[in-house]
Protein backbone atom coordinates (compact mmCIF):
# COMPACT_ATOMS: atom_id res chain seq x y z
CA UNK A 1 0.00 0.00 0.00
CA UNK A 2 1.52 3.66 -1.03
CA UNK A 3 1.41 5.97 1.94
CA UNK A 4 2.86 9.12 2.29
CA UNK A 5 5.92 8.15 3.98
CA UNK A 6 6.47 5.42 1.95
CA UNK A 7 6.02 7.90 -1.10
CA UNK A 8 8.30 10.67 0.18
CA UNK A 9 11.29 7.57 1.02
CA UNK A 10 10.87 6.47 -2.67
CA UNK A 11 11.12 10.08 -3.37
CA UNK A 12 14.22 10.67 -1.52
CA UNK A 13 15.76 7.38 -2.73
CA UNK A 14 15.39 8.26 -6.44
CA UNK A 15 16.75 11.95 -6.27
CA UNK A 16 19.88 10.62 -4.36
CA UNK A 17 20.03 7.93 -6.97
CA UNK A 18 19.97 10.75 -9.69
CA UNK A 19 22.37 13.33 -7.66
CA UNK A 20 25.04 10.65 -7.48
CA UNK A 21 24.88 9.69 -10.87
CA UNK A 22 25.64 13.36 -11.61
CA UNK A 23 28.18 13.54 -9.60
CA UNK A 24 29.78 10.51 -11.16
CA UNK A 25 28.95 12.68 -14.72
CA UNK A 26 30.96 15.44 -13.53
CA UNK A 27 33.54 13.26 -12.30
CA UNK A 28 34.42 12.16 -16.01
CA UNK A 29 33.74 15.50 -17.75
CA UNK A 30 37.08 16.11 -15.47
CA UNK A 31 38.37 12.87 -16.93
CA UNK A 32 37.74 12.75 -20.60
CA UNK A 33 38.17 16.26 -21.72
CA UNK A 34 35.49 15.94 -24.94
CA UNK A 35 32.23 15.57 -22.49
CA UNK A 36 33.01 18.83 -20.90
CA UNK A 37 33.97 21.06 -24.18
CA UNK A 38 31.45 23.30 -25.76
CA UNK A 39 31.37 23.66 -29.66
CA UNK A 40 31.66 25.93 -31.83
CA UNK A 41 32.09 26.51 -35.32
CA UNK A 42 34.88 28.30 -36.98
CA UNK A 43 33.93 30.07 -39.40
CA UNK A 44 30.21 30.73 -40.25
CA UNK A 45 29.53 28.31 -42.81
CA UNK A 46 27.29 25.04 -43.03
CA UNK A 47 29.42 22.59 -42.67
CA UNK A 48 30.85 24.18 -39.47
CA UNK A 49 27.52 24.68 -37.85
CA UNK A 50 26.82 21.17 -38.49
CA UNK A 51 30.11 19.34 -37.30
CA UNK A 52 29.60 21.72 -34.39
CA UNK A 53 26.16 20.86 -33.70
CA UNK A 54 27.12 17.12 -34.25
CA UNK A 55 29.85 17.04 -31.76
CA UNK A 56 27.50 19.13 -29.35
CA UNK A 57 24.80 15.91 -29.93
CA UNK A 58 27.38 13.44 -29.26
CA UNK A 59 28.63 14.60 -25.66
CA UNK A 60 24.80 14.91 -24.62
CA UNK A 61 24.40 11.57 -25.80
CA UNK A 62 27.58 10.59 -24.03
CA UNK A 63 26.99 12.21 -20.74
CA UNK A 64 23.26 10.95 -20.45
CA UNK A 65 24.38 7.43 -21.37
CA UNK A 66 27.18 8.00 -18.21
CA UNK A 67 24.25 8.87 -15.94
CA UNK A 68 21.85 6.35 -16.84
CA UNK A 69 24.84 3.90 -16.84
CA UNK A 70 26.08 5.17 -13.55
CA UNK A 71 21.99 5.30 -11.53
CA UNK A 72 21.30 2.17 -13.20
CA UNK A 73 25.01 0.78 -11.22
CA UNK A 74 24.38 2.69 -8.28
CA UNK A 75 20.51 1.02 -8.40
CA UNK A 76 22.19 -2.58 -8.95
CA UNK A 77 25.25 -2.26 -6.21
CA UNK A 78 22.29 -0.97 -3.29
CA UNK A 79 19.95 -3.77 -4.41
CA UNK A 80 16.81 -2.11 -3.75
CA UNK A 81 13.83 -1.68 -5.35
CA UNK A 82 12.49 1.75 -5.71
CA UNK A 83 9.14 -0.28 -6.68
CA UNK A 84 9.12 -2.00 -3.09
CA UNK A 85 9.64 1.20 -1.69
CA UNK A 86 7.14 3.06 -2.71
CA UNK A 87 4.61 0.47 -2.05
CA UNK A 88 5.74 0.09 1.29
CA UNK A 89 6.73 -3.59 1.27
CA UNK A 90 9.11 -4.98 4.28
CA UNK A 91 11.93 -5.23 2.43
CA UNK A 92 12.54 -3.53 -0.78
CA UNK A 93 16.03 -5.76 -1.07
CA UNK A 94 16.00 -7.70 -4.17
CA UNK A 95 18.16 -10.88 -4.06
CA UNK A 96 19.31 -10.46 -8.33
CA UNK A 97 19.42 -6.78 -8.80
CA UNK A 98 21.30 -6.74 -12.36
CA UNK A 99 18.41 -7.24 -14.16
CA UNK A 100 16.56 -5.04 -16.98
CA UNK A 101 14.23 -3.43 -14.21
CA UNK A 102 17.25 -1.72 -12.48
CA UNK A 103 18.37 -0.28 -15.54
CA UNK A 104 14.92 0.76 -16.30
CA UNK A 105 15.19 2.67 -13.07
CA UNK A 106 18.66 4.22 -13.47
CA UNK A 107 16.71 5.64 -17.18
CA UNK A 108 13.55 6.77 -14.78
CA UNK A 109 16.13 8.22 -11.81
CA UNK A 110 18.06 10.50 -14.69
CA UNK A 111 15.25 11.55 -16.95
CA UNK A 112 12.75 12.31 -14.15
CA UNK A 113 14.94 13.88 -11.58
CA UNK A 114 13.71 17.52 -11.96
CA UNK A 115 10.26 16.14 -11.72
CA UNK A 116 10.86 13.90 -8.89
CA UNK A 117 12.42 16.81 -6.87
CA UNK A 118 10.17 19.09 -7.42
CA UNK A 119 7.72 16.74 -6.43
CA UNK A 120 9.60 15.60 -3.34
CA UNK A 121 9.14 19.62 -1.98
CA UNK A 122 5.52 19.43 -2.77
CA UNK A 123 4.35 16.31 -0.86
CA UNK A 124 6.91 16.97 2.12
CA UNK A 125 5.33 20.52 2.51
CA UNK A 126 1.84 18.67 2.45
CA UNK A 127 2.68 16.44 4.65
CA UNK A 128 4.30 19.30 6.98
CA UNK A 129 1.11 21.10 6.87
CA UNK A 130 -0.92 18.39 7.57
CA UNK A 131 0.95 17.17 10.92
CA UNK A 132 0.81 21.13 11.77
CA UNK A 133 -3.07 20.73 11.47
CA UNK A 134 -3.33 24.61 10.74
CA UNK A 135 -5.83 26.39 8.59
CA UNK A 136 -4.13 27.35 5.35
CA UNK A 137 -2.59 30.58 5.72
CA UNK A 138 -5.56 33.68 4.07
CA UNK A 139 -4.31 36.83 3.31
CA UNK A 140 -5.69 39.29 5.76
CA UNK A 141 -6.24 43.42 5.56
CA UNK A 142 -7.74 45.73 7.93
CA UNK A 143 -10.28 47.53 7.07
CA UNK A 144 -12.70 50.30 8.75
CA UNK A 145 -16.10 51.68 8.12
CA UNK A 146 -17.32 54.92 7.31
CA UNK A 147 -17.60 57.02 10.41
CA UNK A 148 -20.35 59.17 11.29
Same mark, same amino acid.
Given at each position: ????????????????????????? =????????????????????? =???????????????????????????????LGL??????????????????????????????????????????? =???????????????????????? =?
Amino acid at each position: MVSMDSSIAFLIYITAVSSAAAGVT =EACKSVIPFLATDYEPKHDCW =EDHNHAARLMHHKRFFNLLISVVAAGGIFGVLGLDPALILTGASSAYVENSWQVGTWLWGIVAVFGSPFFASLLKIV =EGFKQNMNNNLPPNRPRQKVSGPR =E
